[in-house]
């Protein structure tokens, strides 16, 4: 039964990584699309949810399978919780992506954002597809070390996201209401994906060590 109980366990981390990494190339694929205004790139991150949707259902199946036929205690259970809680964290890193996706196609041919702003959503999405990497890392190789570094990469996340406000609160503000709602809306998309690969990263830790680290226990130097 242990053995069953460890293979079943790989297969769902293997699962979750998998979905990790499909979640940060929708973001990849997403970002692109918004910056080039390309439509047909926003419609194939679109398409390609319902994979990720199927992978989730599949991801929750197995690790409910794991409470009801296994039984799981003490360490075990701690597993299949935190396993639970990162297809959550994985779910909305696809669904982010495909917002943003959706942002391309609603103002398509129109490029959604200001010409201005589009560095800073270059960096932004950068980040965020090393963070989606860094997530399927973390939950293929559990370490926590390498899970605790995905915060540095937030903070950079969360420093240009603060500036985008600066920006949009600027007196010299020109390009209007409805691009200034795009940017805020999309600067939301980028760092709340952050923060999911960061949760994810917290759960690894958890999983491997018992404790749930607060922010400020996963400083790194």
Not at 169 to 193: P, S
């Amino acid at each position: 039964m242990r053995v069953i109980y460890n293979e079943q366990m790989a297969d769902l981390a293997n699962l979750l990584g998998e979905m990790a990494g499909l979640a940060g190339q929708a973001m990849e694929q997403a970002t692109q699309s918004l910056l080039q205004a390309d439509l047909a790139l926003a419609e194939q991150v679109i398409g390609e949810q319902d994979r990720i949707s199927v992978m989730i259902t599949e991801a929750e199946e197995k690790a409910f399978a794991l409470l009801a036929l296994q039984a799981p205690v003490a360490g075990d259970l701690r597993q299949v919780v935190s396993a639970i809680q990162i297809v959550g964290d994985v779910n909305r890193m696809g669904a982010l992506a495909l917002h943003v996706a959706k942002v391309t196609r609603r103002r398509h041919p129109a490029h959604a954002l200001p010409e201005s702003v589009n560095g800073y959503f270059a960096e932004m999405g950068r980040i965020a597809v090393n963070m989606g990497a860094g997530a399927k890392e973390v939950l293929e190789s559990r370490d926590p070390e390498r899970a605790a570094q995905l915060n540095q990469d937030d903070e950079a996340m969360d420093d240009l996201h603060r500036h985008l406000f600066t920006l949009l609160m600027d007196r010299d503000w020109k390009y209007g209401v409805a691009a200034a709602v795009d940017v805020t809306l999309l600067g939301r998309y980028y760092e709340r994906f952050a923060d999911h690969a960061v949760e994810i990263g917290r759960r690894v830790i958890f999983l491997v060590t018992g404790v749930l680290p607060g922010d400020e226990d996963i400083e790194t130097s």
